[in-house]
């Protein structure tokens, strides 16, 4: 299915700062910001790849920073403030 499609299904891009101990220092974090179209509010692929993560991957999650965006709603219109003529 092409990203538009999704998106006017109810995907939202979503973007996470995931925190995570680094396996060779695991009292240092380290930073992994993930990005992609998902559904909020369950985000069922966020949720996928946090699966995918803690059984695959040696670096223990701390947290997850999670926000959403829609990025195709309807048009803004607002009021200019003034009005310039070119002759």
Not at 22 to 39: F, G, N, T
Request: charged letters at 25%.
């Amino acid at each position: 299915m092409s990203d538009l499609a999704r998106q006017l299904e109810g995907y939202r891009l979503t973007t996470a700062e995931i925190l995570y101990h680094m396996p060779d220092h695991p009292k240092l974090l380290q930073s992994y910001v993930w990005q992609a179209l998902d559904l909020a509010p369950r985000f069922p692929v966020l949720i996928k790849f946090l699966d995918f993560w803690t059984r695959n991957l040696d670096g223990k999650l701390h947290s997850v920073k999670v926000c959403s965006a829609g990025i195709v709603k309807p048009a803004e219109l607002r009021m200019v403030g003034a009005e310039f003529r070119v002759h």
